[in-house]
């Protein structure tokens, strides 16, 4: 048995876990592409390894000033912080804290270490959170907006905000997702449900030889597997729940 590389491969293996081409699987191909999209879906929702802690890049326009928000990636899924790196070397403040500390420290920065600097920081950073609080953020993964609560006048076109955010694993991209263990039993399992769900229409209806459909049963084996597969994901391969946002 070839371990599945691709969407292709993929489909081909959840059909033969389910009796193909001994037996025929009552289902159309666009079915079988939409139950494995609902199992990526679920996969990447909930599963570990479904996601990816990553840090996005993004460059300030004027129309991002005037919005009010920024537009992130249809791949980013959920938002946990952002970070502004507008330049505290450069800001034309020279009232600014962050400057005045870089200022005093700038000899020891290019010369001895970075221990005092980095130490100031951290205290300035903690002063920060706990006497202003956590950047307001509100993101949609549908909209693809990400609304920042502040003061957008003080961020100069050019500058730079760094989004610490969560992003699907593509198995196009990593095709080593489509060998999962669980993302191949899930699918399989939906494009079961599918299959019963197709023959229960004919529920009852006679064939050739006496024999009739058995939709029903094969619905209910489905959904008792699903339930099984869920509460296994559940509580063996999700996370913690977090405080990101989406």
Same mark, same amino acid.
């Given at each position: 048995? $070839?371990? *599945?590389?691709s969407?292709?491969?993929?489909? #081909?293996?959840c059909? /033969? /876990?389910?009796g193909k081409?001994?037996v #025929?699987i009552?289902? @159309? %191909?666009?079915?079988? %592409?939409?139950?494995? %999209?609902?199992?990526? /879906?679920?996969f990447?929702? +909930?599963?570990? @390894?479904?996601s990816l802690k990553?840090y996005?890049? &993004?460059?300030? $326009?004027g129309?991002?000033?005037?919005?009010? +928000?920024? $537009?992130? *990636?249809d791949?980013?899924?959920?938002?946990?912080?952002?970070?502004?790196?507008?330049?505290?070397?450069? $800001? !034309?403040?020279?009232?600014?804290?962050?400057?005045?500390?870089?200022?005093?420290d700038? &000899?020891?920065l290019?010369?001895?270490?970075?221990?005092p600097?980095y130490?100031?920081?951290?205290?300035? =950073?903690?002063?920060?959170?706990l006497?202003?609080?956590?950047?307001?953020?509100r993101y949609n993964r549908?909209?693809?907006?990400?609304?920042i @609560?502040?003061?957008?006048?003080?961020?100069n076109?050019? @500058? &730079?905000?760094?989004?610490?955010?969560?992003?699907?694993? %593509?198995?196009?991209?990593?095709?080593?997702?489509?060998h999962d263990?669980?993302?191949?039993? &899930?699918?399989a399992?939906?494009?079961? =449900? =599918?299959?019963?769900q197709?023959?229960?229409?004919f529920?009852?209806?006679?064939?050739?030889?006496?024999?009739?459909? !058995?939709?029903?049963?094969i +619905?209910n #084996?489905?959904?008792?597997?699903r #339930?099984?597969?869920?509460k296994?994901?559940?509580?063996?391969y999700?996370l913690p729940?977090?405080?990101f946002?989406?």
């Amino acid at each position: 048995m $070839t371990t *599945p590389a691709s969407r292709a491969d993929f489909k #081909e293996h959840c059909l /033969r /876990r389910l009796g193909k081409p001994v037996v #025929e699987i009552n289902v @159309d %191909d666009d079915q079988v %592409d939409d139950r494995i %999209d609902e199992a990526l /879906r679920y996969f990447w929702d +909930y599963h570990f @390894d479904g996601s990816l802690k990553t840090y996005y890049k &993004y460059p300030i $326009t004027g129309q991002d000033k005037t919005n009010k +928000y920024i $537009t992130l *990636p249809d791949n980013i899924i959920g938002v946990v912080n952002i970070f502004d790196t507008g330049a505290a070397l450069g $800001t !034309n403040n020279l009232f600014n804290i962050r400057y005045q500390i870089a200022l005093n420290d700038l &000899y020891t920065l290019t010369s001895v270490s970075m221990v005092p600097y980095y130490m100031a920081m951290t205290h300035v =950073q903690f002063l920060e959170q706990l006497l202003v609080g956590r950047q307001p953020l509100r993101y949609n993964r549908h909209q693809n907006r990400l609304y920042i @609560d502040m003061d957008w006048n003080r961020l100069n076109i050019g @500058d &730079y905000l760094i989004v610490e955010a969560y992003e699907i694993v %593509d198995p196009d991209v990593y095709t080593k997702a489509w060998h999962d263990r669980w993302l191949l039993r &899930y699918a399989a399992c939906l494009i079961k =449900q =599918q299959w019963g769900q197709n023959l229960k229409k004919f529920e009852g209806m006679k064939m050739p030889g006496g024999l009739t459909f !058995n939709g029903q049963q094969i +619905y209910n #084996e489905a959904t008792q597997e699903r #339930e099984e597969l869920e509460k296994e994901m559940i509580y063996t391969y999700s996370l913690p729940a977090t405080d990101f946002i989406g």
